[in-house]
């Protein structure tokens, strides 16, 4: 395997769990520690992050220093290197790398590795460096500069008369189920895809969430106007033949009666917002604008951990 173009391999394992390889020995060993403690989204991101690291920096593990680091670092923010491995951005006039929170996401996988590394013996120190030192480290150790700053900026949301017009754009009673659970009921994109028909509870108004972000589960109360399309939807539109017990199934082509898909989804909403005019509309988007009205309609003696809850916070 070349060191300057690893390859992502994905497969199945015996009881049908992604596994996910790079042909990199340690690399390899560390995605199988993680897969035993984390989500498998969280094992792909990391795959992918080691993925576009060592192509950039195109070194064995034990190699790596800390200025191979500062340099991944400059590459990913400026777009310079390997055009492949970098996802440009506009700013501006001008051309741009990654995002702040995307290069701090990569440092974080990367630290963790070579942590893990250091753990096992691979090697002596963890070459991600902690920050960059200052004149004032000697009295205050550890205080140094961030290798990145990143700037946290307000989700943003839909308006009222937006969300009417995203919703009169929806073609079938599925689409706007599937909306009226993100922007009313405040669930992420894979929560709505992953719904099974045992989680509604039509008779509670509510949505048992099985499989949640880290894996938590919830029951969160929708807005009765999700179910009255959700009801439509199951009654007129559903095949009655689909072989899944997915909530969520393609209406046409030779896909129909199976899960909808992420892409799926995206082009339908991408779709209905190019109708409606609108600048904007993600499934992030519709979420937090459901957290934002929940927050501003909230009792004021209502806990934040109760409203956190529903939410299925602490995580985007």
Known sequence: MSLSDPLL???????????????????????????????????????????????????PPAEVASVDVLGFITAQRT??????????????????????????????????????????????????????????????PGQGVPLTRRTRRLPRILTPP?????????????????????????????????????????AERRVFIADGKGGHQRLVPVSSRFFTELVAYLDTERPVDADTDHVFVVLKGPTRGQPLSVRGLDEMLAGAKRRAGLAHATCHELRHTCLTRLREAARPDMPLTVRSRMAGAGDG
């Open 79 to 140: 777009g310079s290197g390997n055009s492949s491995v970098v996802q440009q951005v506009a700013v501006g006039q001008e051309t741009a790398g990654v995002a702040t929170s995307t290069v701090a996401r990569r440092l974080s996988i990367i630290s963790g590795f070579f942590a893990y590394l250091q753990a096992c013996g691979e090697v002596t120190a963890n070459p991600v460096p902690r920050g960059l030192p200052t004149r004032r480290e000697r009295s205050r």
């Open 162 to 202: 937006e969300v009417d017009g995203l919703t009169a754009a929806l073609r079938t009673h599925r689409d706007r189920a599937m909306v009226a659970a993100m922007v009313l009921g405040g669930l992420r994109r894979s929560e709505v895809l992953r719904l099974r028909l045992d989680d509604l509870r039509v």
């Open 9 to 59: 391999i994905r497969s199945r394992g015996p009881s049908g769990e992604p596994v996910l390889r790079l042909g990199m020995p340690l690399v390899d060993e560390y995605l199988e520690f993680l897969g035993g403690r984390c989500r498998p989204n969280t094992v792909l991101a990391a795959a992918y992050d080691l993925k576009v690291f060592f192509t950039v920096v195109a070194k």
